[in-house]
């Protein structure tokens, strides 16, 4: 008889499933679905260019601000993490750090990450392991299927969708496009922050420089700027874009009449800095712009909403954003999220939204949110987005997952992304699928679900892949 009180093996076959049904439902179901990753950092570039790296460094933890956090609370110095020292001292002092991550999810991912791809089971990473794992990852990367093709279809990766800036030639997916012989679908996604963050005159105006270049006319105006974003968003729609995604602090909508608008256009070109009114009335109308534009094209678009970014002002000077130095913020989102979706709604311009909170303590009204703007023209067309950023690991993603459950419909979920910059970031999805057919097991096991196997895992099919393939319509 199994003793049912004794240890599990760490990351074995039935990892995070603690039933016979979460069981059945991840190995018959979940583990064959391919991945839709339809939001990621991932460098078109190095897609393009099918990129090798010279070593496990650069494909892992160059650009992991996850793993920066980690080593700056485990006390290395920064020239072992984002400095001049060799890579190879650079991964020991990550594998220094590793053994102190238990309870973090960087413990689960770094060894699934070593499994999945590099086939690394039954070592701990740690100091006393670094150079055998380095050395072992090293010679597979040197091999033509370890390079950045080979990595993602042995992922079993399907689509990937890209942030794109909306002044990218688009050329590197273009590319991508070409390669009858590269199987996994990469397509773009309209980045437009910097068409609305105009409290800093200068960065603004470079932007729009850029602009006036991909749209290849002037804009002296506001009108002939709407003009240029969307003879941009017809760009990337006639590549295969088929979403948007906005980074925001908080949602607003501040109405302002046209008049309004042109001045504030005209003031900020001028190299003058908005009141913060006007900023987020511009903010609000381009925003709402773009929706539209959204709507029309039949895009979906993705609101990531509640970071507070670059708090550690002395090292933003020294490293620049996306360093690990991003925090959650605690801003009021409800009265300006609803307003923002009633204007596009009113108009019966809505898109299919994806809704995106950095602080759990705003679950219950996303999710509240979501359920008042369902209107009957697809299933859940609007969504509650999957735990995003410090909100990706177990207990984010439980906590996501059930108040959708409470409040909507989990069933028609579109599931997990890595919104990663590292190749290597796919064995997520399986920690996703894992946690999922877990919490239907239990469901069933509390009586609160039927043991009905066909129907859950249809369900987890759903979730897993099927409700994106069929959501984003990418094959349109």
């Known amino acids: 008889m199994t003793d049912k009180t004794a240890p599990r093996t760490f990351l074995g076959e039935n990892f995070l499933l603690e039933s016979e049904l979460a069981r059945r439902l991840y190995h018959d179901y979940a583990a064959k679905m391919p991945i ?26 160059a650009g992991d601000h996850y793993k920066w956090r980690a080593m700056r609370a485990n006390g290395v110095p920064e020239r072992l993490i984002t400095g001049d020292a060799d890579d190879r001292s650079k991964f020991r002092a990550w594998a220094e750090t590793v053994p102190q991550t238990i309870g973090n999810p960087l413990y689960h991912w770094t060894h699934l990450e070593l499994a999945r791809p590099f086939g690394i089971t039954g070592t701990l990473l740690g100091p006393d392991t670094a150079d055998e794992v380095y050395d072992i990852c090293n010679g597979l990367l040197a091999k033509q299927e ?12 399907a689509v990937i969708c890209t942030t794109d800036d909306p002044t990218d030639t688009l050329e590197h997916h273009q590319r991508i496009a070409r390669n009858s012989r590269f199987r996994v679908k990469v397509l773009p996604a309209f980045r437009p922050d910097k068409s609305y ?25 506001y009108d002939a700027f709407l003009s240029a974003l969307k003879s941009r968003h017809d760009y990337f729609h006639a590549h295969g874009c088929r979403l948007s995604d906005h980074g925001i602090e908080f949602p607003a909508y501040e109405q302002a009449t046209n008049e309004e608008l042109a001045s504030i256009y005209h003031k900020v070109r001028d190299g003058r800095a908005p009141l913060a009114e006007e900023t987020l009335k511009f903010r609000s109308a381009v925003m709402h712009e773009l929706g539209v534009m959204d709507a029309e094209s039949g895009w979906t678009m993705q609101l990531h909403m509640g970071a507070v970014r670059n708090v550690n002002t002395r090292m933003f000077r020294v490293l620049g954003p996306d360093t690990g130095y991003d925090s959650i913020g605690d801003f009021p989102i409800a009265v300006g999220l609803v307003r923002m979706l009633d204007a596009l709604a009113s108009r019966d311009r809505l898109p299919k939204t994806i809704l995106y909170n950095l602080n759990p303590t705003d679950n219950d009204v996303i999710a509240s949110i979501v359920g008042s703007f369902q209107d009957g023209s697809i299933p859940g067309k609007v969504q509650f987005g999957s735990g995003w950023w410090f909100n990706d690991q177990k207990d984010g993603m439980i906590k996501q997952m059930t108040t959708l459950a409470n ?9 997990m992304l890595t919104d990663s910059r590292s190749f290597l970031s796919y064995p997520r999805h399986e920690y996703f ?10 469901w069933v096991a509390n009586g609160e679900a039927p043991n009905d196997v066909k129907l859950l895992g249809n369900m987890v099919e759903n979730i897993c892949y099927r409700n994106a393939e069929q959501y984003f319509g990418l094959g349109s």
């Open 433 to 442: 699928r894992r946690i999922l057919c877990n919490i239907i097991g239990s």
């Open 146 to 157: 370890y390079r950045v093709h080979g990595i993602l279809e042995r992922m079993g990766v």
């Open 407 to 415: 409040h909507g419909l989990l069933s028609r979920f579109v599931g």
């Open 36 to 61: 839709f990753d339809y939001h990621c950092h991932l460098p078109p570039a190095q897609i393009a260019d099918n990129a090798s790296f010279e070593n496990l460094t650069r494909i892992w933890l």
């Open 197 to 221: 963050s105009i409290q800093e005159p200068s960065a603004f105006g470079k932007w729009v420089g850029r602009l006036e270049s991909a749209a290849g006319s002037s804009l002296p105006d």
